[in-house]
Nanobody
Framework: VQLQASGGGLVQAGGSLRLSCVAS????????MGWFRQAPGQEREFVAR????????NYADSVKDRFTISRDNAKNTVWLQMSGLKPEDTAVYYC???????????????????WGQGTLVTVSS
């Protein structure tokens, strides 16, 4: 599966952005989808995950109650709605896909099978 992320940009603290990730080339509904982020000089970290059907989600504690992950399998798209943005949310955001049979460690970078190219989110104070 190939992934194309978009929607990043510059936003003031407290603002909102919606990231999109469109999948192609394989059976999208076979994959759980995740969003990760990587700030300069830091390791890539888990943000959110949604299972293949959209019925189960997980969030990092740092974004819980501010970010919402959703998907539409008919459109081969997953979104990350971000609100209440903080300067510490500044990072390159990546979407990722992994086979839905993997039920373990949804936060683990190496367990994901495909990655998008990343989209930069900058939050100014």
């Amino acid at each position: 599966v190939q992934l194309q992320a978009s929607g990043g940009g510059l936003v003031q603290a407290g603002g909102s952005l919606r990231l999109s990730c469109v999948a192609s080339g394989s059976t999208y509904s076979s994959y759980d989808m995740g969003w990760f982020r990587q700030a300069p000089g830091q390791e890539r970290e888990f943000v959110a995950r949604i299972n293949w059907s959209g019925g189960s989600t997980n969030y990092a504690d740092s974004v819980k109650d501010r970010f919402t992950i959703s998907r539409d399998n008919a459109k081969n798209t997953v979104w990350l709605q971000m609100s209440g943005l903080k300067p510490e949310d500044t990072a390159v955001y990546y979407c990722a896909a992994r086979f839905s049979w993997k039920r373990f460690e949804v936060w683990s970078v190496p367990t994901y099978d495909a990655w998008g190219q990343g989209t930069l989110v900058t939050v100014s104070s």
